[in-house]
C-alpha cells in the first residue's frame, strides 16, 4: 500500500506559480507511474502530467511548456511545478500512483490517491 499526501495549493493571481508537492510513503515500488490529476466540480477529471520510475514524463496539451512534473527519490516526494497559470488551471489537484505499473499509458488504473490540495488562480 502507499499513502499520498498533497500539499502546497494556494490562490494566486493569473500569471503567477505554485508548487504543488506530494509526499510518498509506505511500500516501495521498483516500476511504477506517478501522476497529477485536477478536478473542477461539475467537470471530468483531467490528467495533467505524469512520470515513471525511469523519470519519463508526460504533459496534458493544456499545461505543456508550463508545468514541470519532478520526483524526489530520496525523499520520496512528487512534485508539480506550475508556472504561467491562468484561471483554467483552476481546481483541485491530486496525486496519484499506480504501483507496479512499468510505464504511464493512457488508461492506467491509479490504486492510490491523496485527500487533493485546492489551487486558485483568479484573473
Known amino acids: 500500500q502507499v499513502q499520498l499526501a498533497e500539499s502546497g495549493g494556494a490562490s494566486v493571481q493569473a500569471g503567477g506559480s505554485l508548487r504543488l508537492s506530494c509526499a510518498v510513503s509506505?511500500?516501495?515500488?521498483?516500476?511504477?507511474?506517478m501522476a497529477w490529476f485536477r478536478q473542477v466540480v461539475g467537470k471530468e477529471r483531467e490528467e495533467v502530467a505524469t512520470?515513471?520510475?525511469?523519470?519519463?514524463?508526460s504533459y496534458a496539451d493544456s499545461v505543456k511548456g508550463r508545468f514541470i512534473i519532478s520526483q524526489d527519490n530520496t525523499n520520496y516526494t512528487l512534485s508539480l511545478q506550475m508556472n504561467s497559470l491562468k484561471p483554467e488551471d483552476t481546481g483541485m489537484y491530486y496525486c496519484?500512483?499506480?504501483?507496479?505499473?512499468?510505464?504511464?499509458?493512457?488508461?492506467?488504473?491509479?490504486?492510490?490517491w491523496g485527500q487533493g490540495t485546492q489551487v486558485t488562480v483568479s484573473s
Open positions: 496519484a500512483a499506480a504501483s507496479g505499473a512499468f510505464r504511464c499509458v493512457p488508461g492506467l488504473r491509479y490504486g492510490s
Open positions: 512520470i515513471d520510475a525511469a523519470g519519463t514524463a
Open positions: 509506505g511500500s516501495v515500488y521498483r516500476y511504477y507511474c
